[in-house]
């Protein structure tokens, strides 16, 4: 306790501040849970590593909500489907994470000077935002393969939608009774690929 008040101290008086060291570090606000309120701070805070040139795509870093999403978590995936007004399990099925990826990049476009020569705030180019648009805001196959795809090591079975579904069949009493069928889309991909198990994505570090 000691040294963290003197080290306070210290610093406060190195940079012209006052109060405890973490004082105006953490704010809270108290946001509308739905319409334009929601999409704004929620592109906001998953903008903010790309703000901070950290990386180019908010994919691309693992710490924030979007990219858990794309990595296969529940809780983010219905939490950003909400975000978009889609069905809470609609990331999947019902294009949220198509919505949200579309709501980012034309939210997050880097501004430029009154000369249009220097960035003043970073985020992402337009000529990206116009190409994530364009494309819907689905991943494509070059980006899947910039992921870590669990599938390919655990999920036993890799392939079309119909060469899964004749493995499960062969197989079929290793599996539980309930289990109606055997393919699993990978997802977030665009590409035909199935695997017999449901499995997360996870981003590269």
Not at 172 to 197: I, M, N, Q, T
Request: proline fraction near 3%; include cysteine; charged fraction near 35%.
């Amino acid at each position: 306790k000691e040294v963290k008040e003197r080290f306070s101290r210290w610093f406060n008086k190195r940079r012209g501040r006052k109060g405890t060291l973490w004082m105006d570090r953490y704010k809270s606000v108290m946001v509308e849970g739905k319409g334009e309120p929601l999409h704004t701070m929620a592109a906001y805070i998953d903008l903010n590593p790309v703000r901070a040139g950290l990386v180019e795509d908010p994919k691309d870093y693992r710490w924030c909500g979007y990219a858990e999403a794309v990595s296969g978590s529940r809780r983010a995936q219905r939490g950003l489907s909400k975000v978009t007004a889609k069905p809470v399990d609609g990331w999947e099925q019902a294009g949220g994470a198509e919505a949200y990826r579309c709501l980012l990049f034309s939210s997050g476009v880097e501004i430029k000077d009154a000369q249009n020569e220097n960035v003043v705030r970073q985020g992402v180019t337009a000529e990206e935002a116009r190409q994530v648009l364009k494309d819907k805001g689905k991943l494509s196959s070059a980006e899947m393969v910039r992921l870590r795809v669990r599938y390919f090591s655990d999920g036993l079975v890799l392939g079309s939608k119909e060469f899964v579904e004749n493995v499960f069949t062969e197989n079929r009493d290793k599996f539980s009774p309930k289990r109606r069928d055997g393919a699993r889309k990978v997802s977030e991909s665009e590409s035909p690929l199935y695997s017999l198990r449901r499995l997360r994505l996870r981003a590269l570090n």
